[in-house]
């Protein structure tokens, strides 16, 4: 199965670039195997992580932790993880946008691990993954008294041919990340989810032209989805609460 994670690499409304940063988790998500799982930054510097269970445990410990706290722990003489020859200058170069974009693999993961876990051995009406894939948060809880970052996960009726180029230039912009899934039950399947920090941007960053060279804005989508998203953790807390 692989997860990859699409965002721009570039900060935007700073870099005025596009590039795809790629992070890939490839691997066979079982319980009764140890084969190698890979998490890859653009195919060329992985780590491993020996199987679903030293998987479980990683994703657990990076939440809440900063870029350099990662770094330094991957770094340490005492870190047995087992890597590629660049993939900790390869995560050292990683803006602070980038870094959360990988991390966010991680939360991911520990989020949707039990649909994707057991796909074969349930009915296909239960643990459905579209529960947990779309219009819900995920928080990355540093178990502290402070301001907590998430990632939210967009409703699936925002997901339509109409609207992909708005969701591939909120991309650009950094205020979107893509999220797909193959194979899950014989088919691949996609989100979009906000990043753990997005940049404050102008109004004016919204617009471009698409291919028929039409001036459009990703302004109001943008504007639905961050509303949703507030209605979505405002009814959890309440629920919770």
């Known amino acids: 199965m692989e997860i990859k994670i699409k965002a721009n690499k570039y900060l935007y409304y700073k ?5 795809n940063l790629e992070v890939k988790l490839n691997g066979k998500l079982q319980y009764n195997t ?3 799982i890979s998490i890859s930054i653009n195919n060329d510097n992985a780590m491993f992580l020996n199987g679903i269970s030293e998987l479980d445990l990683f994703c657990k410990e990076v939440k809440g932790i900063v870029k350099e706290s990662f770094v330094s722990a991957i770094t340490s003489e005492n870190n047995k993880l087992e890597r590629t020859p660049g993939f900790n200058n390869a995560v050292q170069d990683l803006n602070e946008f980038s870094f ?5 693999m991680f939360l991911l993961f520990d989020w949707l691990e039990i649909p994707l876990t057991n796909q074969d051995y349930i009915e296909p009406d239960m643990l459905n993954i579209e529960k947990t894939f779309y219009d819900e948060f995920v928080v990355d809880w540093t178990y502290r008294p402070e301001s907590q970052s998430d990632i939210y996960l967009i409703k699936q009726e925002h997901i339509t041919n109409s609207n992909i180029e708005l969701l591939q230039h909120l991309i650009k912009i950094n205020l979107l990340c893509e999220i797909s899934i193959f194979p ?3 088919q691949k399947i996609t989100s979009y989810f906000t990043p753990l920090k997005q940049p404050g941007i102008t109004k004016q960053l919204f617009e471009f032209t698409d291919i028929l060279n039409r001036r459009k804005s990703a302004y109001s989508l943008w504007k639905k989805i ?16």
């Open 226 to 241: 961050i509303e949703e998203r507030d209605t979505r953790i405002r009814n959890w807390s309440i629920n919770r609460f």
């Open 15 to 19: 870099e005025n670039n596009f590039e």
């Open 184 to 186: 899950y039950r014989n």
């Open 100 to 104: 959360n974009t990988f991390k966010s």
């Open 34 to 36: 140890a084969e190698r």
